[in-house]
């Protein structure tokens, strides 16, 4: 069995920093908390297909392109690591209905060749990207991590299976993890340098930015007739340097040979869509174009968590509140036009 002494003596590390894999981690959520990593003292090495990530986005780091469905790739890669944290999952619900195949294939079996992958490598630590679709429509809010896990849709029941797995790799092999259940990922870092880059972009603070800015098309907001204050949907917005911040308390959690656990990461404070809408109206100055269209199928009227768990047992609690997640994504927009080109 691999000794983290020796590890450590091999990296030239010194005291408890330890080798994180990320993977995904020219992505989204995955460079951001590869900055974290960066900025507590661990060594970073991200695994990115780039398929859906941006090659720029890891400057400053060791990428290595690889998918997790290629065990050899892995297979190099991990036994220089102490623990791996996985980001790398097709994240499109609406595409996960019409697509299940595309989602059980990557987010399933991918995790499952990672899994066993660092499991022959000796990794036995992973911090997992995990999501509130695994509950479904929750019969009460705000969401405690003991209400009943029933996804409603493909992506969910993808990100339900690998939590499953990850509980029986626990029982059976002694492989701590940790899977965040995010809430409503937003923002971008306050420098600028990297945020929020999909293509196709559904997300609703970037096209709202966008349709403000004259650069995207108007605003579709789907429905008004929820039975919510305003009638539009609920959502709970953590930004992802909050989000980052969560995924280093969990490694330190881990790394100090505590057990494995799951929490809701979230604010625990919702908004509704139209209260969204009017802090960009406020942030960029500029009137929302938008046009009010029928529900779409699967939106409950309101997802918030109740980060209470990840606070007592991580002493984590999201600092940044709605006008930061606004304000910092602006700035990205406004900063990055054109520096997605491949």
């Known amino acids: 069995m691999r000794q983290p002494q020796v590890a450590a003596v091999r990296h030239g590390r010194k005291g408890n920093d330890v080798v994180v894999l990320v993977i995904g981690g020219a992505g989204y959520i995955g460079s951001h908390a590869a900055r974290a990593l960066r900025r507590a003292g661990h060594e970073v090495i991200i695994f990115d297909n780039l398929s859906t990530g941006y090659e720029f ?11 997790v469905l290629d065990a050899a790739a892995l297979g190099r890669v991990l036994p220089r690591s102490d623990a791996v944290m996985h980001f790398a999952a097709h994240a499109y619900v609406g595409e996960s209905v019409l697509n299940p195949k595309k989602y059980f294939h990557n987010n399933v079996e991918g995790g499952l060749s990672l899994l066993n992958a660092a499991l022959a490598a000796g990794v036995k630590k992973i911090i997992f990207s995990s999501t509130c679709a695994v509950y479904g429509e929750p019969a009460k809010v705000p969401m405690e991590e003991n209400t009943p896990r029933q996804p409603v849709n493909p992506y969910g029941v993808s990100k339900l299976f690998f939590e499953q797995a990850l509980e029986s790799y626990d029982r059976a092999y002694g492989f701590r993890f940790a899977s965040l259940r995010y809430f409503n990922a937003a923002g971008a870092d306050e420098s600028g340098e990297i945020g929020e880059l ?11 930015l966008g349709a403000a800015a004259g650069r995207a098309p108007e605003l579709q907001v789907f429905g008004s007739d929820y039975p919510t204050p305003d009638g539009t949907c609920i959502r709970d917005y953590v930004h992802v340097n909050d989000l980052a911040d969560v995924h280093v308390k969990a490694l330190d959690h881990l790394a100090a040979g505590r057990d494995s656990f799951a929490v809701n990461v979230g604010t625990g404070q919702g908004y509704s869509v139209q209260e969204v809408i009017l802090e960009v109206e406020r942030v960029t100055g500029r009137p929302v174009p938008r046009k009010i269209g029928p ?10 968590a109740n980060p209470a768990r990840a606070q007592a047992l ?3 609690k999201a600092t940044r509140g709605l006008h930061d997640v606004v304000a910092t994504a602006w700035n990205w927009m406004e900063r990055s036009r ?3 080109a491949k």
Do not use: C, Y
Not at 295 to 304: E, I, T
């Open 57 to 67: 986005l890891a400057t400053g780091f060791e990428l290595v392109k690889g998918d």
């Open 198 to 208: 999909h293509d196709p972009e559904t997300h609703l603070i970037p096209l709202a």
């Open 295 to 304: 529900r779409r199928a699967g939106d409950p009227p309101m997802l918030v």
């Open 314 to 316: 991580l002493q984590w």
């Open 338 to 340: 054109g520096v997605a």
